[in-house]
Structures are given as C-alpha cells and as structure tokens.
C-alpha cells in the first residue's frame, strides 16, 4: 500500500497535469474574447487611415485619427481584465478546495481526529490573486501594460506603412494579418502571444500562492515542501535543477539539505512556470499523537519522502483512460501499444508534434499500436 507522501506526490503531478488542461481552456477563452472586437478593429483602422490620408500624416494627426482604435482597444483589454479577476479568484478558491479535499482523503482518519485542518478564507484567496505581483508586476498592472503595448505596436505598424508609401488595405493587413496565415503573420498577433503568456503566468501564479497558503495553515502536519516539475522537452534549466528538491515549509522556504535557493518558487519561477509542489506530511512519531496508531496507518504515516517519479514515468503508470485524457487517444495508444516514450511526442524546441508527423517520424509505432 502506498504511504500518505507517496499518494500525495502522485496526486500532485495529476492535479498539475489538470491545471495545464485548465489553463488551455482559460487561454482558449480570453483569446476568443480578444479576436471578437477584430472586425470593429479592422474596419476603424480602415477609415482612421483614410482620414489621415497621405498628405496630411503627422504624429499629432496619427494620435488623433486613431482615438476611436485606441478606445476600442482599451475597452477589450478592460473586459480581459475583467473576466481575468473573476477567473484567477475562482481558481485560487478552486485550489484550496482541492487540497482540502485531497488531505482529508489521503491523511487517515485516525490521524485527523486528532490534528484537524485549517482552510484559507475568501480574503486570502482574493489578496494572493489580485494583491501580489508576479514577475514583477500586479495583474491590472499586466493589463494596462498589455494594452498600451498592443496600441503602440498598431501604431507604429501605421507609422511604418505610411513612411513605406503602403496602401491603405497593406498597412491593415499588416496589422491584421492574412487569412491565408491564419491571421498569425501579423502585428497584433503578438499581442496574442502576450495575453496566452500573462494568462498562463496568472494562473500558475495563483494556484501555487493557494497551495502554499494552505500549506502554511496547516504547518503542524506539513513538514516540509517538495518541488515537482513536469519534465519533459519543454522544461526549463532552473526547474530541471530543482525538481524533487525539499524546502521548509514557512515564508523563507530553506533549501533542505541542498543549497539551491527557492527564489519565486515553483509556478512562479518565470513566465509560463509549470512547476508544482506537493507537502510532505509527518511521520506519526513527529507528531506526537496522543492516541495509538493501527499498524497500517502508522507504516503509512512514515514521513518519508518518496522515490522521485517524473512526469513520464507517472504517465506511464496511469490508467488508459487517463493516459488518453492528458495525451489524446492516438498517443496514449502509441504509449501503450507503440513503444514510444513521453519524450518521443515533442520536437527539439519542446513543441507538441502533430500526429501525421509523429507518423512521418516512426511508422513503424503506429503499426505496433495497430493505427
């Protein structure tokens, strides 16, 4: 049977992998929240620029025939941010929830009698969302950062354009994009590429300040702190360094028995930080319980941190059904069936490959797993 710490850490790289699925539909979300002002915005680029006209172009002017542009930006990114509060609260509320419920299922009952759990209210939840900045900034401070970028960057995309002698129709399709790019090859889809970041980055953000925060409320069962980190092609250095590695469980976070220092922590280490952590839970003796144990729990309650499983390695032990929810049912089955490592699912820049070139790369998987 497994120890306490042994079904935390599993539960943890699971509940990580379920955050990432989270996050893809957050972004999924906000992204589709961005795009559907593109054709008010397209069609007031088209007549901004036509009253600004090529005789008449100064910076002054530029300013001026862009407000109702600049209007209409501001307004899409304050609905962004909007929606953005509302979903970074609900997550960290989600996540106290989730840890709550994981405890209380995993610690046992004999063991919860006698030291209860504490929980982390709604101010808590909404002070570690909104009131601390990540990467060096708050998230309305993100918001207007990302506003005025993406203002800046249709503007100077008009700038260049009219200096170019572009037409009118050019300067917005560079701003635009093309359909035939999917609209990808153009100035705003930086913008785009901005928002999935600061998105991701909140959520992570978010999510481990929960965590910690209840791990901190309940310091007299958790000793200390293990960093997970989800290694794969896409793992950065930093985390690759500190996955697995113990911390106190306090508002220092020691290095314990290494010297490599915590810094932001796992989620929070840098921009899109998919790290976790998971407690490690005392041992029965630590916590000098004043009742007797059963000889089962005690063996359970050892303190001991387990054997490290990386994110491969814990995929491959999951069910099928499992393994079909985090990879998709062709590549759970080529896990299964094809003999295809994590590893092998990803190119050398850390992308996810699509399936008719992992086909194009090892046929002969695809046959082994009978696709």
């Given at each position: ?20 699925h ?6 999924r ?10 054709a ?54 989600y ?23 504490n ?35 249709i ?89 697995r ?58 303190g ?9 390695d814990w995929?491959?032990?999951?069910s ?32 996810f ?17 009978g696709?």
């Open positions: 049977m497994a120890t306490v710490n042994e079904q935390m850490q599993s539960a943890s790289i699971g509940h990580a992998v379920d955050l990432q989270l996050s893809n539909a957050e972004v979300k906000i992204i589709r929240l961005l795009n559907s002002a593109d008010e915005l397209r069609t007031k680029l088209l007549e901004a620029i036509d009253r600004l006209g090529p005789n008449s172009y100064t910076a002054r002017r530029l300013n001026t025939v862009l407000a109702s542009v600049y209007e209409l930006n501001k307004s899409v990114y304050a609905s962004i941010g909007e929606v953005m509060v509302e979903s970074v609260v609900d997550i960290g509320q996540e106290i929830g989730y840890q709550g419920a994981l405890f209380t299922k995993v610690v046992p009952d004999q063991v919860l009698v006698q030291v209860s759990l929980t982390v209210n709604l101010a808590q939840v909404r002070e570690i969302a909104l009131a601390r900045p990540f990467q060096g900034r708050l998230l309305k401070e993100w918001m207007g950062d990302l506003e005025a970028s993406r203002a800046a960057k503007r100077d995309g008009i700038r260049i354009g009219m200096v170019e002698g572009q037409t009118t129709d050019q300067i917005v399709r560079g701003i635009m994009g093309t359909k035939a790019q999917g609209y990808a090859d153009g100035i705003v889809e930086r913008g785009r590429r901005d928002v999935e970041t600061m998105v991701r980055t909140a959520i992570s953000h978010t999510a481990q300040g929960a965590r910690e925060a209840y791990y901190k409320a309940n310091d007299d069962i958790v000793a200390e702190v293990r960093w997970l980190s989800t290694l794969d092609n896409k793992t950065s250095a930093p985390c690759r360094l500190r996955d590695m113990i911390y106190t469980n306090d508002s220092q976070h020691a290095p314990v028995g290494h010297k490599v220092p915590w810094l932001s922590g796992p989620g929070k280490l840098y921009f899109n930080c998919r790290s976790t952590s998971m407690p490690i839970i005392a041992s029965y003796e630590a916590l000098r319980l004043s009742k007797g144990l059963p000889e089962g729990t005690r063996a359970s309650m050892d001991q941190v387990p054997k490290s499983t990386n994110y491969g995929i491959k032990g999951q099928a059904e499992r393994q079909d929810e985090v990879l998709g049912p062709t590549r759970g089955k080529l896990l299964r069936g094809g003999g295809l490592e994590l590893d092998a699912f990803y190119n050398d820049r850390g992308k490959l699509t399936l008719e070139q992992l086909r194009e790369r090892d046929a002969k998987a695809f046959s082994k797993a696709l």
